[in-house]
């Protein structure tokens, strides 16, 4: 199993990223794909999941209305659309296959003026 996470960097107040998370060594469609995210001195914490079929998301309270997580089962893709991005999202954002929990590497997010 083997996931990679892309796409953070470094944005300004109310802008906007999108993350992807390529798996590989697994047949992806079967099972269900989670974000988290760590900020510095914080706990790792859930952002959002979806179900293997895409049909079910679910979304922490502090992210609901900005973030949308998708997945492209043809292409072994997941991915966070965020948008209003404010300093309180900074973190390094993870992708995750909670069957057997298997993380990616990470990808850093900057939120700053």
């Known amino acids: 199993v083997q996931l990679v996470e892309s796409g ?3 944005v300004q107040p109310g802008g906007s990223l999108r993350l992807s998370c390529a798996a590989s060594g ?3 469609s079967r099972y269900a794909m989670s974000w988290y995210r760590q900020a510095p001195g914080k ?3 859930l ?3 979806i179900g293997s079929t895409g049909s079910i ?4 309270d502090s992210v609901k209305g900005r973030f949308t997580i998708s997945r492209d089962n043809a292409k072994n893709t997941v991915y966070l659309q965020m948008n209003s991005l404010k300093a309180e999202d900074t973190a390094v954002y993870y992708c995750r296959r909670q069957v057997g929990n298997f993380w ?3 990808t850093q997010v ?3 003026s």
């Open 57 to 60: 998301t679910n979304y922490a």
């Open 104 to 106: 990616g590497q990470g």
């Open 43 to 45: 706990e790792r914490e």
């Open 47 to 49: 952002v959002a999941d």
């Open 26 to 28: 697994f047949t992806f």
């Open 8 to 10: 953070g960097g470094l």
């Open 110 to 112: 900057t939120v700053s």
